[in-house]
Structures are given as structure tokens and as C-alpha cells.
């Protein structure tokens, strides 16, 4: 291979998040974290979550006011109780859990650019919980794209 030559490359890794609890967690830094380590300096970079009960969001990333409201607006769309439904093995907060990773999303897209995410400027990238008490959720990050090459010797 010559010096300055691009390859096309696939990385993946797999990275664990806490939320903890119910919340909209920012996880950009752990997903941007990923894409640097990848070497890839241009691409995609594809965010996958293993759990049926969270869900990611690309999302505002300056005024907390916009996950507060993001919440109360999944609390109404989507009440809890277990009079409600079927499915409640895991308490009263596991099948409204269930409805909200299925209406939100499961995966994400984000370019790379310079071997960063190619977020706007408001933009983040969240791990919405929908538990009250989440376990640690697993994400495959996957990144395709163009490499500087090596130099040979």
C-alpha cells in the first residue's frame, strides 16, 4: 500500500452504559470515544442497543427542559399499571417499557467526519432508559468507512 492511500475498514466494539435509572443519558462521548479508536476517518457510524426496554435518540443536547418534556409526553402517550396490560413479569414499569422502545428506536445512524461524529451543532446522542431501575445496556457500535493507510515499509 502506498503512504496517504485510503481502505475501506469495519470496526465494531461493543459498549456498556449505566443509566440506572429512567432517564435520557447523553452517551455521545462514549459512542464519539468508539468512532476515534476505529481509525475510520470517513463513513457511518451505526449504533445498535440489545435491550427491548431502552432506546436511543439523536436529540438537543443544550436545554434539559426537552428530555423533561420528551418524558412527560412518552408518561401520557403511554401509561403505566398493571391492570393495563398482559405482560408485567417484571413490575409495573416492564411492558409500558417494552411499548416505548418499540415506538421509539432500536438504532442510529450517524456519519463520521474526521474521524468524529458528524453531529449538528444541538445535536446529541442519547440512551433513553425507560426502566425505573435499568440494568447496564449493551450497544454495538459499528463503523464503516474510509482509513488513511498505512505506510509501507
Known sequence: MQAGQQVEQWRQEIVEV???RREIRDITC?????VARSGIQTGLCHIFIQHTSASLLLTENADPAVH??????????IPEGRQRYMHHSEGPDDMPAHLRSVITSSSLTVPVIEQRLGLGTWQGVYLWE???RGPVRRLVVTVYGMCAGERSS
Open 18 to 20: 449505566s443509566a440506572g
Open 30 to 34: 462514549v459512542v464519539d470515544k468508539a
Open 68 to 77: 423533561q418534556d420528551l418524558e412527560n409526553f412518552m408518561q401520557r402517550i
Open 130 to 132: 425507560h426502566r425505573y
